[in-house]
């Protein structure tokens, strides 16, 4: 069964400078990665989309995609407090089924 | 707009209890999710559907059952309540591509 790491378990970071997120996984066929965020127990929004191994940029989200290296980060330009939240990161496969990391909690300070 | 709506918000009940959690959704989407969330578990999936009465298993399915009764409601159901399915419980639905679009949740405690 698919396992999905994340790294960070939580990240403080100032106001203005980059956050880098980590997430591993373990099955090489995975082909669709998906970045959520989770503000104080609510639901969770999509952030950012990848299918392919490069980069995806949403705005001031970019998700990084290594297949090879079973590696899919996520990185915040500019973080603003109204960012922190838990992010979840989603691996899925060709089956349908969606498997999330334990996420990361990140903290902006201003 | 289109949506997840997920009732009740909170729910209290006694070890033994019967309990049923409501989704519905306006997405037209065919799949549908049951997840729970545990500080240290993250997101697990309990049940899916694929379409009206489908019913898939997940991965921590022991203590519920499931029913999708339309292709816009979908149940879960616990007939014999434990505390330790105590948990923020969280609807789900998705269409061809796998992005999840999910409800506010709903807060369970068993006590």
């Known amino acids: 069964q698919q396992k999905v790491q994340q790294s960070p378990e939580s990240l403080t970071v100032s106001e203005g400078a980059m956050a880098s997120l980590n997430c591993t996984f373990s099955?090489?066929?995975?082909?669709?990665f998906r970045w959520y965020r989770q503000h104080s127990a609510k639901g969770l929004e999509v952030l950012v989309s990848?299918?392919?191994?490069g980069e995806k940029e949403e705005g001031r989200f970019t998700a990084h995609l290594n297949r090879a290296n079973l590696h899919v980060s996520l990185h915040i330009r500019e973080p603003q407090p109204s960012d922190s939240a838990v992010y979840l990161c989603?691996?899925?496969?060709?089956?349908?089924?969606?498997?999330f990391g334990d996420g990361t909690q990140l903290v902006v300070k201003p | 707009e289109a949506a997840v709506t997920q009732s009740p918000r909170n729910k209290v009940t006694v070890t033994g209890g019967n309990v049923t959690l409501s989704c519905r959704q306006t997405?037209?989407?065919?799949?549908m999710y049951w997840y729970r969330q545990d500080t240290g578990h993250g997101l697990r999936l309990i049940h899916y559907?694929?379409?009206?009465?489908?019913?898939q298993i997940g991965d921590v399915p022991d203590g519920y059952k499931a029913t999708r009764t339309t292709q816009e409601d979908f149940f879960l159901l616990l007939e014999l309540a434990s505390p330790s399915q105590t948990s923020l419980y969280f609807c789900?639905?998705?269409?061809?591509?796998?992005?999840?679009?999910f409800g506010a949740g709903t807060r369970l405690s068993v006590l």
């Open positions: 789900a639905s998705s269409g061809s591509k796998n992005t999840l679009y």
């Open positions: 559907s694929y379409g009206a009465g489908n019913l």
């Open positions: 989603a691996v899925s496969s060709s089956n349908n089924r969606i498997f």
């Open positions: 990848i299918f392919s191994d």
């Open positions: 099955d090489g066929t995975s082909n669709n």
């Open positions: 997405n037209s989407h065919n799949y």
